[in-house]
């Protein structure tokens, strides 16, 4: 099924485009009603033997049709690798971390093929994105960043 709404968000930052898929006559149409706050990790310690956790959120409607709505997130700078997504700090630095499904941090957000993705029952949300950065990676100071496409499918 085609994706019929695409949102950018960039993680960690607090950044994003819209982009629309071009539109199909179907008895459900969705939207983002508000735009999504982005997963913002702060500073992370490398030195810390714990993950750095985080949050952000994706708020969508539906009206009319089937309420299952399919929220898929891409793989970012790690192309089609969702274990682990990789930020970027330049061309060479990278921080490994990950987008989940679950506060668990136990279930990752894929895109249907190579992970789960998720099927939402219900029309109208926020729905929140659990993120970690795993611990000990020894990285270059910097802001890191990562662009996620979020699509939904109905």
């Known amino acids: 099924m085609p994706p019929m709404s695409r949102l950018r968000l ?3 930052m607090l950044a994003l485009a819209v982009c629309a898929a071009p539109a199909v006559a179907r008895a459900q149409t969705c939207s983002f009603s508000v735009g999504p706050t982005a997963v913002n990790f702060g500073n992370y310690d490398p030195s810390s033997p714990v993950p750095t956790d985080s949050t952000g959120t994706l708020s969508f409607s539906c009206k009319g049709g089937n309420p299952a709505v399919y929220v898929a997130l891409s793989g ?3 192309a089609l690798a969702f ?3 990789q930020m970027a700090l330049g061309a060479t ?3 490994n971390y990950n987008l989940y499904l679950d506060a668990g941090r136990t279930q990752i957000w894929g895109d249907g093929t190579s992970y ?3 099927g939402i029952d219900k029309k109208n949300t926020p729905y929140t994105v659990y993120a970690r950065i795993f611990a000990g990676q020894w990285v270059a100071a910097g802001v890191y960043t990562d662009t996620i496409i979020v699509t939904l499918n109905y």
């Open 10 to 12: 960039a993680f960690p």
């Open 76 to 78: 970012g700078n790690g």
């Open 83 to 85: 274990n682990p997504r």
């Open 93 to 95: 630095d990278t921080l």
């Open 116 to 118: 789960p993705q998720d």
